[in-house]
């Protein structure tokens, strides 16, 4: 098994320094800040009835993170496709928003082509490419990110520019109201114990070797719990799924019964600033999971505010699925299966 303190033996499994991207988490967070306050953008995009978000993978995530950190305070119906084409009620007073790192996403690209033909509003988050040109070429309102700070080339590994780029994005055209000393607070908060975060994924990995890492969130880490989910799969090469509370508490426990035993290892988020009914929710949760004898992993972020916690988690949960997948000796900034089916797709076209 590789020891996860040898450099030189994670480089030989990691040689597009997916540790590098990883470990430059809080300054792509503030990098994507900063850079979103300096665009010069239409402070009110006018009338917007509704949101659709558009985005697969990793490209979905500041949506999924944005939308459980507003919870019931977002002001409009969102929707989050990842898929080919835009619901049907979409027209002008909906606002569209296109997000896709590499910014050939062929799903999100499509959905932009429909947006332009339903004369919807637009927003855009990418990279470069096709969705880059495609910003340019209409006028569209959007952040255009580098990327110098993800060494490893891998969206996933880019969310400081994904997410608090696009939160910073719809703050800044009026969508959404932000508590910007809380975020840029949180940021702070993350640079001083991003070390210490980073020293238990690494003692708590051991946890999860050979396991099906299941994941319980809830409220404002419900974003961070899909997250997750896909990172294990990708970095990890692990299967691994999530569950929200209080949704799973009307399912999932009566089907913890059978097979028995199982190699399922649960994983549930807590957090001090949950609501009370979550609080003891997420208790007695953790309790029928105990009872039906599987074993539970607690991650209790400890931020003053949710947006710290959501940063937290976001950071512990990166380091912890890289090192699951270096002691798998996986590279994990490679995905062989992603990349074998697109091939596939294309010869199918």
Known sequence: MIDLSDIEA?????????LGSTEMLPQQLDVAWKQVQELS??????????????GMGASIYGALVTKALLGADFGYPVEIVSDYHLPVF?????????TSYSGTTEEVLSCGFEALQKGAK?????????????????NIPSYIFDGALNPAG??????????VGLMG?????????????NLTGAIENLKGIFGDIKDQAKNDVQNFIGKIPVIFAAEHLAGNAQILRNQF??????????????????????GLQFPNPTNLKFISFNS????????????LTLEVVQKNNHDIYEFTANGDNIYQDFLQVLAYGSFLTLYLGLIYEQNPATNLWVDFFKDKLKVLA
């Open 122 to 138: 637009m927003l855009i988050l990418t990279k470069g490419g096709e969705l880059a040109d495609f910003a340019r070429k209409n």
């Open 233 to 254: 799969n990708e970095t990890s090469k692990t299967f691994s799924a999530y569950y929200l509370v209080p949704d799973l508490n009307h399912h999932l426990m009566e």
């Open 10 to 18: 994670i480089k030989k499994i990691d040689p597009q320094n997916t």
């Open 90 to 98: 979409v027209n002008s007073n909906t606002l569209v928003v296109l």
């Open 169 to 181: 994005l719809l703050a800044k055209v009026g969508i959404i109201k932000l508590n910007n000393e």
């Open 41 to 54: 953008l239409p402070a009110d995009l006018g009338t917007v009835s509704n949101i659709v978000f558009c």
């Open 154 to 163: 891998v969206p996933r590994l880019g969310n400081g520019y994904t997410i």
């Open 272 to 283: 001090k600033n949950y609501s009370d009914k979550i609080k003891k929710r997420m208790m």
